[in-house]
């Protein structure tokens, strides 16, 4: 069964950091280019930073620029999220998917158009509140 896990959720004052943690079972998560998004209540789904199978191309929401970095370890089938400098608005939960591909593929305007994913984790609850 193919699937994403993530986990390092949980709550952070603002300006505080956490890392997200995404890994496969079922499939070498090396093989894909892999994204981040996440969905704040009542908000759609809105991709946060994707990052190619071999780690040389990333791309990131203009809103998590400077503050969010995306990396992976291919031997351990990991992919990362490290946030610092949170916001309250960061507020959302987390998801990691797998892009159908090797590198982000800019689609219909975006790279982080669903159609180029595949495996979807089941998310982690990112919050930041005082």
């Known amino acids: 069964q193919l699937q994403l896990v993530e986990s390092g959720g949980g709550l952070v004052q603002p300006g505080g950091s956490l890392r997200l943690s995404c890994k496969s079972s079922?499939?070498?998560?090396?093989?894909?280019?892999i994204g981040w998004f996440r969905q704040a209540p009542g908000k759609e789904r809105e991709g946060v930073s994707c990052?190619?199978?071999?780690?040389?191309?990333?791309n990131y929401a203009d809103s998590v620029k400077g503050r969010f970095t995306i990396s992976r370890d291919n031997a351990k089938n990991m992919v990362y999220l490290q946030m610092n400098s949170l916001k309250p608005e960061d507020t959302a939960v987390y998801y990691c998917?797998?892009?159908?591909?090797?590198?982000?593929?800019?689609?219909?305007?975006?790279?982080?158009?669903?159609?180029?994913?595949?495996?979807w984790g089941q998310g982690t609850q990112v919050t930041v509140s005082s």
């Open positions: 998917a797998a892009a159908k591909g090797r590198v982000c593929a800019y689609y219909r305007g975006t790279y982080y158009h669903t159609d180029t994913y595949g495996t």
């Open positions: 079922g499939f070498t998560l090396g093989f894909y280019a």
């Open positions: 990052l190619s199978a071999g780690g040389s191309s990333w």
